[in-house]
């Protein structure tokens, strides 16, 4: 039982625009939401946390949307580049357990 | 910058085989989780330690999987005997506090089992 769902499992954007990625859970006991970016053949790279008493975060072109009663948040990736193609995973944490997403694998055209 | 050391990168084993895939986690980490990684999918959880203490071990198969961490620092994951279903990359993180916030990942085990 997948307690984070993410979508969508892949995307294509030009260099430049924005990569939209979506996740929603259900547990309210989770109270950290990381996202990780994950290169071929590497371990995953925490990118950027959210806690749920704040509704958007923002580190560079990396900004997260969190909306506490929708139980819902994303990742804006603003100004994508072609390093940027990568997979990404949201995750969700609570009673000391990370639980995934499934990942979304994106690939910005030069 | 510190980080979560994994070896052997990669590892190719003939099933009904023993392996072993060891982790040295960030200096000063108090807990280490051990992760499979199947293609395409996201990490799941196999166990968890506090020091040396297992806290959560409850999606670990332990009819063939065992896990260590006996002086409270590094870790050895173990699979015997290994099965095809086990090919997937192994993942080892750390974190220095009790819950699941900014677990950092070593680079992964790739094995495979044939």
């Known amino acids: 039982q997948q307690q984070v769902k993410q979508s969508p499992q892949s995307l294509i954007v030009q260099k430049g625009g924005i990569s939209i990625i979506n996740c929603a859970y259900e547990?309210?006991?989770?109270?950290?939401f990381p996202w990780y970016q994950q290169f071929p053949g590497k371990g995953p790279a925490l990118l950027i946390a959210?806690?749920?008493?704040?509704s958007e975060k923002k580190e560079g072109r990396f900004t997260i949307s969190f909306n506490k009663s929708a139980k819902q948040f994303s990742l804006h990736i603003m100004d994508s580049q072609p390093g940027d193609s990568a997979t990404y995973f949201c995750?969700?944490?609570?009673?000391?357990?990370?639980?995934f997403g499934a990942g979304t694998t994106v690939t910005v055209r030069a | 910058e510190a980080e979560v050391a994994q070896s052997p990168r990669y590892k190719i084993t003939e099933k009904s085989q023993a392996v072993a895939f060891w982790c040295d986690p960030i200096?000063?980490?108090?807990?280490l989780y051990w992760y499979r990684q199947i293609l395409g999918q996201g990490p799941e959880l196999l166990v968890q330690?506090?020091?040396?203490?297992?806290?959560?071990d409850s999606q670990l198969p332990k009819d063939r999987f065992s896990a260590e961490r006996l002086k409270g620092v590094d870790s050895t994951l173990k699979i015997q005997p290994a099965e095809l279903g086990d090919s997937a990359m192994y993942l080892c993180?750390?974190?220095?506090?009790?819950?699941?916030?900014?677990?950092?990942f070593g680079p992964g085990t790739r094995l495979l089992v044939l």
């Open positions: 993180a750390s974190s220095n506090s009790r819950g699941g916030v900014a677990q950092y």
């Open positions: 547990n309210t006991a989770f109270d950290y």
């Open positions: 959210i806690r749920p008493d704040v």
């Open positions: 995750a969700a944490s609570g009673m000391a357990k990370l639980s």
């Open positions: 200096s000063g980490h108090a807990t």
């Open positions: 330690f506090q020091d040396e203490s297992v806290v959560d």
